[in-house]
C-alpha cells in the first residue's frame, strides 16, 4: 500500500496522501486508482469518528506539507496533472466511476453540513473538477457532487463550469449540468453563471431565450401554482358519480 494518513487535529484535518510509484505514466495511474479504492474505508471511518472537520485527498505524498500553513489542495499543479492522468487512462474509467459513486453516498449521508477538503475547497473538487474539464464522460459527475457541496461557500464553481460548457460545447450533459446549477445548487451565482455564457448559448440555439433548455429552467423556477379545493369542485365530483 502506498497510502499515508496525516492528521493535524489543530487544523482539523485528516489528509490520505499517495505515494506515487511506477516509472510508465499508465502504471502509475492504476496505482492511484488502487489507492483511492483503498482509501475509502479510510475516510468512512475518519468521518464516523468525527476528529476532523477538512477530508482531503493529497495525490503527492505530502510534497505540500509546510508546517506554517494548513493543506491546500488547489495549489499543487502536480496534484492536477495526476488526477488529468485518471481521466486519460481510458482502461480505468469504469472503476473510477464506480469509486466516483461510493464518494457521492459517502457525501450523501455525511453528518457534516457539507463536506470540505480545506476552508475554500469542497470534497473531491479539484479531483472531479479536473476530470470533468479533461473529459465530458465526467461532466455529469460534476453535476451530481454539486448537489452534495454547500454552495453558499463556492469558491470555483462558476469559473469551473464555465471552463467545462466552453470546452465542450452544448451538448446534453452541460446542459444537465447548467439546469442542475441553476435550479438545484446555484449557490451565489447561478442565474449569473448562464448569463455569462449566452455568447456560446446564443450561437448554439440561435436565441438562447426560445431553448428548450431555457424553457426547463424556467419551468422549474415557476412551477404552476396549485389550485386550492373548493366546494364547488367537490360538489361537481359528487354529480359526476
Known sequence: MTIRIIEDTGKHQFVVSFRQTGFWPRTRAFRLMDDLETALPLLHRALDAADHYYFALDPTDGAWRDEQSAFNPWASPHSIAMWKRLARTRDLHARLEAWLEEVEEMMAFSLFDGMYESKDCHFCEPL??????????????????????????????????????????VTPATEDLLFTRVV??????????????????????????????????????????????????????????
Do not use: C
Open 184 to 241: 438545484h445548487a446555484p449557490g451565489n451565482t447561478g442565474e449569473a453563471q448562464v448569463e455569462g455564457l449566452l455568447d456560446l448559448l446564443n450561437r448554439t440555439y440561435g436565441d438562447f431565450m426560445t431553448s428548450p433548455l431555457y424553457r426547463r429552467i424556467f419551468d422549474a423556477l415557476n412551477p404552476p401554482e396549485r389550485k386550492a379545493p373548493s366546494y364547488a369542485d367537490d360538489d361537481e365530483l359528487a354529480a359526476a358519480a
Open 128 to 169: 472531479i473538477s479536473t476530470l470533468a474539464l479533461t473529459n465530458a464522460r465526467f461532466v455529469p459527475f460534476y453535476a451530481r457532487f454539486m448537489t452534495h457541496w454547500e454552495m453558499s461557500r463556492e469558491q470555483r464553481q462558476r469559473e469551473t463550469i464555465d471552463q467545462i460548457v466552453r470546452r465542450h460545447g
